[in-house]
């Protein structure tokens, strides 16, 4: 590559985390964010959510929205506030068999206020523990049904004796809102990709810690970043009702989203796993799986399917978003999933490292990826004279040439650098340096996006 | 399945034959049918056809449909009615060496009168064996060119002696009327199933017989089901000449045909076959092999060839229905087929059961198949409150609520239920249960099917 | 086949050298062609092209184009004309140490005029050889940029001492023509199937003489052979400069140019390679892999790339054309290539034969290529009534009939008769008599091409 070449081609949006070491020392800083996170208290509504936007805040701006319960959200409405301050029961000698101070599982999420005695017959039925799992403690929640429960080992379920327990569960359940935040990195076009992380899980480390540190380092990174051709649009919201919510205050928005990533479940020692749209033949999928397939050969790609996290919503007929989900092992695959042993044990830095390359790598060839048209397309141009070819005929052009043969001869406006990676078997980068040298002297001119072409009036 | 949701589903078509004992069991009748049948000498026109027909109205209610001799049907015309009261050769000593009392395949079909004394070699072209079977009759045919044969074992060919042979066929070629037969099933819709069998065959009992107790043993269950989606049509008429006569008689109804499939050659020991429609890629098609798949891991599906039985016509280019083909070994492809060893020692009665398995199952099915539309397509509906959902979540939803969020996720108007159990994995009936309990709460609305708007004016 | 189908069929195009044999009797002609073509030094233009056109002229009639230098041909523009007396390097003792005499491959082409002593350091930068292969001369040319040089082995350039060096090139650049040759067999209709080789290199033997030799003994025997259904233009012209100068002559023109092939490099040892056009899929792309999978087990096919001869333009962007190339070993895949090394000991008789027949086997298979319409297309015809079926019944038909059975059914404008052959597995010329067979009795009708019909107003 000449130095009018290399002057042409710059450093790329995400450059500074382009490589494995520098993502194993962004890592650093994200993991004390997860130890902060930890031992809050968080479901879907409440004071949770607001104490992790607000620790999120420390790292990237985050723009803030509450949405009061009773907003009707397309089917849903948005439910009441659900806050609390204890909750325990006691035996009859007073000892605490179960307090939701030593760990936030404890507590069946949106449990309405007890106050009560009752024989252990009584308080069985709202009692939860995972038998072939004697020492964890399960994850349960009940958003949608008043009840209320508790969550423990079986091994100490079963030692329970007969006799009367005090249960006393100092909740509210009141009108208040559903809080969301996001983090807006503007690019040159309005069309953004979205990143979408839920933010409702109580102390379990896999899901949904490290979705959260992994977004908010991509979020500081794309700050950082040369101005990029989208719009990044990070959102931290609870599970679920969050995202339906966001939809439902977002709804003509949408039509903005060029494409984007869920993330989640990014630290456990599992292969990295793509998972694909629902259209699954979207452009996000295929930059996906090109970008898995170079960082880890054991990484998978696998088809969508309508259970999951929030592409169940994003990706909804209705919406049909070309959103991809990116995880470690996914929900329900692994033994841990929702139980108190999802911590730390659980997760790794390295993999952490590795799932923060593959999203930033997914983003940086994604952001790079355009449709060129040639503007001399009949017959190759004379690249000789405008110093892009060796003078002396003959012998064999290097690889820099056959990038520029390729994406002159390809450039018709219907294929992408990716469609030529993946043709020409010539790394993208360097065609997306041709690209650009070509760009240069006029020879070729980037082709507006198909979806914003869609957008204009 | 809750009890409303079981309730929303109710028995379905065919229901009384869904699994391979049912059907052993309904094969014990249409045993005896084809016992009635084997000595009937049948052609293509005639009083054997009408005595067949007869013997299926015993089971199944028919409109007998009589086309006149001339008609012009396309390209062709309806023959000369062909009947015959007796045929034989006498050798000089008196002895019959061949007489169509012993076997129907003695004469060939058609032939024309002869009264006449002559020698062996001037019988001789007259003749037809087959010298690698030596004991077996063969089953010739001269349906368009005036001539007469007889067709003897080769063994019996071989013994006689030169010298003046007396040859007597009593046959009549006269105006008439060509023969065929339909029992309609009716449904909600006046769409049609075509199922096309041919009726033709003299004793041969795999081809034709087993073809027959098929679709009559078909009809019959049908006509005693709960009312299907679709009309079913059951064409019993002669090969070839017969089709081409119905569809000349139907032009314009064919348009009502959503698909069908022509059923034969049933019973043999060879493995279940199903032949593609010309176009390859049809509802059909699919199911067909989707069916056979579950059913037996040695069926097999071939693609579409124009030579075979009444698929020929209805596949031709100027018609091109959606309609297939399922057999056992297909004709030609067995070393019996077309000659007296296709008798009842060819033919096994659970072989014949499986093959109704088989039928009945793609009807059944095919039936059941629609395009559904989800009726709030934008993000999840809450399931839950329509008692479709667990309470308690955090754990891992069952087959059926997993049933649930496919059929919504994916009822856009472009994927039927079939292309939903192919993507999702989940069995095709407990996808339709799913759809049901859907339509139930209002949440999901059945699609007219593609054909029928194209119908409507 | 009956004799009336045999007389409607007839003998086709290029049938005279449709076996191996054949074309080995050609070869040898061609051969006298290559050793008359070798010594000559060719360039891009100048007496040498011209030299190598009248040689060419001997065997096939030739329009020969002389286009101005200066003429703006797309992004570029024809260059002056070279044309060299003599070149060479003396010693301080008057030794010759390069001589253009010796080898044609001495000179870099387009070398600009020098008369001049110099220092070996002087003299060293304008050197070229191969250390690798220090026998061997290598090609090289600065046809853009005025420059000069000498080829040769690199253990006569390692002999070379210090001293100085006279060096001798007297050459021309001046304002003349570039010249090209064609060579039109009518055909009866004027859509064309282009063939173009490339003839500006000197004493290369495998790259370009026999791609010479092979266009020209398939011209000289399209001459010979019947009115075929396309029209033939062989275009005999200077690499690269000669493919653009061509299409801005002909800019209108090439919408004629139903598809074509790219030939050269076709006698080494090497495969059969047939490198696809641009587009991959087009009608001489399915036609030459069907062709070659039938010749030769260990032949190729190779996806386009925008490298190579002169499909780089003819493919370019702006002209697309569904043109293909067929070599042995591509370019620069061999050790060879581009050297002195590519001599008459690279190359085989017999394989530049199985070259022949591959080249003519596609040109006769795409000329008979067509797309027909079953003008009885509602059921099938009665062929018998017509002497094209069996008269008896019941018995297997032959392939002949499968073929016509085929045709009718395949028949409906969609499909062609390569398509046909593919889903029938029977032979391309059996399908072809079939398609003659039935249009002799007014069965079916030759469909006009989608590429004349776009070109009409």
Sequence with gaps: MTARVAEAVGPGFLAAIDSLDACKKRVQRAWSQMEDLFPICRSITGDGVRQTLARISADVPLEITEVPSGTPVFDWEVPREWNVREAWIEDERGRRIVDLRDHTLHLMSYSVP????????????????????????????????????FCLPHRALEAMRPGNYKVRIDSRLEPGTLTYGECVVAGTTAEEVLLFTHICHPSLCNDNLTGIALATTLAAEALRSIRPHFTYRF??????????????????????VHHGLVLGLAGDRGPLTYKRSRRGDTEIDRIAAYVLGSIDTSARVVDFSPYGYDERQLCSPGFDLAVGRLTRTPNNEYAEYHTSADDFSLVDRDALAQSLLA???????????????????????????????????????????????????????????????????????????????????????????????????
Tied chains: 1, 2, 3.
């Design 235 to 256: 959102v931290f919201a609870p599970g679920t009702i969050g995202s339906i919510t966001w939809l439902a205050q977002n709804e003509k928005n949408v039509q903005r």
């Design 359 to 457: 999203s930033a790598s997914i983003l940086r060839l994604a952001d790079r990826n355009a449709r060129y048209l040639n503007l001399n397309p009949k017959c190759e141009p004379r690249l000789g004279k405008r110093g892009l070819y060796r003078p002396t005929g003959g012998n064999h052009p290097g690889e820099f040439e056959h990038a520029l043969l390729w994406i002159l001869n390809q450039s018709d406006g219907g294929h992408s650098l990716l469609d030529i990676a993946e043709k020409s078997k010539l790394p993208f980068e360097l065609l997306a340096a041709a690209a650009d040298a070509l760009v240069s002297v006029d020879l070729l001119r980037r082709q507006q996006s198909e979806r914003l072409e869609e957008m204009s009036p």
């Design 114 to 149: 007890v106050d009560a005695v009752m024989t252990l017959d009584e308080l069985k039925p709202h009692l939860h523990s995972i038998p072939e799992r004697p020492d964890w403690i399960p994850y349960r929640t009940s958003y949608y049904r008043d009840g209320w429960g």
